[in-house]
């Protein structure tokens, strides 16, 4: 096994210094079996660079790991870092132990994955891990699955390209509808998923096209050949299937989800696929939305597509991952019965308890869609019968799209962290105990994986979440800052350090400033979903509407007098957003039509914040751009550098084109005049 160096790669968050404290030491490392191999050869290649030792003591040639008093001697009579799978650990668990004491730091892991999830642990400790002893600490994922789905067709779509919602080049898997010929990119990305704890991927899009359904059955052994390349990192490959694929691929002249035939296609279709890949995780199904085919078609409901598919699954260990991005997407603005953010509880709650045990379903973190402010999504509370996964989205498609400063962990940390009930029980846990966490990934073949290089800590900090949801976002950030950047020793000891966390802490809420106001959403160019078009979806049917008018603009939600979403919550919510006194200021416009006079908790009116808001957001930008100019020459790569100025002059000019589309937009409509006298076009 070699781990692979690619020349003209970022190395992201692990470049050949990370490992510059355990490549100079002398470590043993205990176990066997694939993961344990991979440990041992990222080691091993560190230790080349850096001039330290490895050895390897197979278990079976030992007793139980050597003690923490008593290491084994090596050639030079002693080990500063021993890593080992105990003999009594769950091997499911991935966990580890990590202590230091007597000069020696051991990693005693649960299972294989728990120790290489262990050697990564002490590479982000860096020489830390080789100071002070320190009392034996507890690692134990709080998710048993860490998820990214990849949005990647094998064949270029018309409009979507290779990679929907894709802003960084093309798929790492998938090129002009075959299989990359060179894959090692698929290692390293293997690398960089499993250092910070993710132990799952889907390699398709969900929207699954003609070429792309094959991978079920004709073009398997593309599968399966990423699937070799990820599991000696511990990660299992998913699979998007098409609903219909009974009918597209088997020849049958129905899916319907009770007719035995397509029962026993999905059953014989399984099996080969398990028979081909062992380890094979599951299907990912976007059923009845957006154009993809589902039960409803049969007069079927959601448990029963699902369940068909859970059953071929089952004996082989498999998983479904069920998504509930159900909507009417061919909607009335007339009709203010239906509304977009009530369709996920309005389908699924209904169904709890009736999913099989190997079901996940899997919820987008906001009722409507990844916007940039939306209330946590109501399903969560909803299901308790039912295993809940939390689908983010880490590719930024309404975040600014990797040309946008938007580090994402304040927002992921927000949804984990909330109570539906606020008594204690969050997200993070409901997530825990049914699904996990999954995100769609941001990677593509471009340089810098992430297009944007300061994107790439919001792939880090999703695995870091998934792994710890009560991480500190700014902790995962430093994190993140320590792997990537080589300490530099021209330059104010660390600026470079200050000057991300400036560019990086607010940046969500930056965005949030220049963008949609207020929770409402959307105001995106229809399509693409980059930049301002306040108006953009108000006259289409996808149910995205602002309802701005000269008097007020907002969504009533309410029970009392609007859509009755407000109502889909534990009544302790409920009744906040219900109340247009009590409801966040953040989230009135996604909750409450009101008059642009209305007052704010802030003290301000609601016209008046959204003039101050986009200022305010302009500016931080600019301040942003000014400060990544004067880092001093040398303090980071030259060509991550550039882009990154590159990146903030894009955003600078996108900011200032949704601030005074967003402002002239409301003071037309409103005819309220800045109390400040800025100009507004
Ligand atoms: C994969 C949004 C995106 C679509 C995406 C869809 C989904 O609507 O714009 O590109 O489709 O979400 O999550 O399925």
């Known amino acids: 096994m070699t781990v692979p160096e690619l020349a003209d790669v970022h190395a992201a968050w692990l470049p050949p210094e990370a490992f510059q404290a355990v490549g100079e030491r002398h470590t043993l ?14 080691v091993a290649q560190a230790c080349r660079r850096h001039g330290g030792t490895v050895r390897h003591l197979p278990a079976s040639m030992g007793d139980d790991p050597p003690a923490g008093d008593d290491p084994p001697t090596g050639a030079d009579g002693s080990f500063d870092l021993v890593l080992a799978v105990s003999r009594t650990g769950r091997p499911d668990h991935d966990g580890f132990e990590l202590a230091r004491a007597a000069g020696v730091t051991r990693v005693v892991a649960d299972g294989p994955a728990g120790l290489l999830y262990g050697l990564f642990h002490v590479v982000r400790l860096g020489a830390a891990a080789f100071g002070a002893d320190r009392p034996a600490e507890q690692h134990r994922p709080a998710m048993r699955r860490r998820m990214v789905n990849h949005w990647d067709n094998v064949a270029a779509h018309p409009v979507m390209g290779q990679v929907e919602r894709g802003y960084s080049g093309g798929s790492i898997f998938w090129r002009d509808g075959a299989l990359r010929t ?15 704890g993710i132990n799952a991927v889907s390699v398709n899009n969900v929207n699954v096209h003609a070429t792309e359904a094959l991978l079920l059955t004709d073009r398997l052994e593309d599968v399966a050949a990423i699937a070799a390349l990820f599991r000696p990192y511990g990660i299992r490959v998913h699979l998007s299937v098409s609903f219909a694929a009974p009918v ?11 007719d035995a035939r397509v029962r026993a296609w999905w059953a ?56 509930a991005f159900v909507y009417n997407h061919r909607q009335d603005w007339r009709d203010r019965s239906t509304d977009r953010a009530r369709a996920a509880y309005d389908h699924f709650a209904p169904l709890d308890g009736e999913f099989r045990d190997n079901v996940h379903l899997q919820v987008k973190h906001g009722p409507i869609d990844f916007q940039t402010r939306e209330p946590v999504s109501p399903v969560f509370a909803a299901m308790p019968a039912t295993r809940v996964a939390v689908e983010l989205q880490v590719t930024q498609e309404y975040t600014g ?39 769609v990934s941001n990677v593509g073949d471009d340089r810098f994986w992430t297009g944007h ?28 800052i320590d792997l990537t950047f080589t300490p530099s020793a021209t330059g104010e000891p660390d600026l470079l350090r200050r000057t991300l966390h400036a560019l990086m802490d607010d940046s969500w809420q930056t965005y949030e400033r220049y963008t949609a106001p207020l929770g409402i959403g959307f105001m995106v160019r229809p399509g693409d979903h980059y930049g301002p078009d306040v108006d953009g979806y108000e006259y289409s049917p996808w149910g995205t509407y602002h309802f701005a008018d000269r008097d007020g603009v907002g969504v009533d939600r309410t029970r009392a007098s609007g859509t009755g979403f407000a109502g889909q919550y534990p009544p302790a919510w409920a009744a906040v957003y219900e109340s247009l006194e009590d409801c966040p200021d953040e989230l009135l416009l996604f909750f ?56 903030l002059d894009e955003q600078l000019r996108c900011a200032r084109e949704w601030r005074d589309q967003i402002n002239t937009y409301f003071f037309r409509k409103s005819g309220v005049p800045d109390a400040r006298g800025r100009r507004i076009f």
């Open 29 to 42: 490392v205990c176990g066997d079996g694939p993961l344990v191999r991979t440990a041992l050869a990222e």
């Open 182 to 196: 060179d894959l090692t990119r698929v290692t390293a990305y293997a690398r960089l998923l499993a250092s910070c």
């Open 248 to 258: 597209t691929l088997g020849g049958l002249n129905t899916a319907d989800p009770l």
């Open 268 to 323: 014989r279709t399984t099996a080969r696929v398990y028979g081909t890949i062992p380890d094979f995780g599951g299907y990912v199904v976007k059923a009845d939305s957006e154009g993809q085919p589902g039960p409803f078609a049969y007069g079927r409901s959601h448990a029963d597509g699902a369940n068909v598919l859970a059953d071929a699954l089952a004996p082989f260990g498999g998983v479904v991952d069920w998504r």
């Open 401 to 439: 799209q990797q040309r946008h400063v938007c580090y994402l962990a304040p927002m992921w940390s927000g949804v984990l962290g909330f109570e539906p009930w606020r008594d204690g029980r969050s997200v993070a846990g409901i997530a825990a105990a049914g699904g996990g966490l999954v995100a």
């Open 453 to 480: 290089p300061l994107a790439q800590a919001n792939l880090y900090a999703f695995g870091r979440l998934a792994w710890s949801p009560r991480l500190d976002a700014a902790t995962i950030l430093d994190e993140w």
């Open 592 to 647: 409450h039509h009101v008059p642009y006079g209305h007052v704010l908790h802030s003290g301000v009116t609601v016209i008046q914040h959204i003039y101050d808001t986009h200022f305010a957001g302009v500016e931080a930008v600019t301040g942003a751009r000014r400060l990544w100019e004067r880092l001093p020459a040398g303090l980071v790569d030259l060509a991550l550098h550039a882009r990154v100025g590159d990146r």
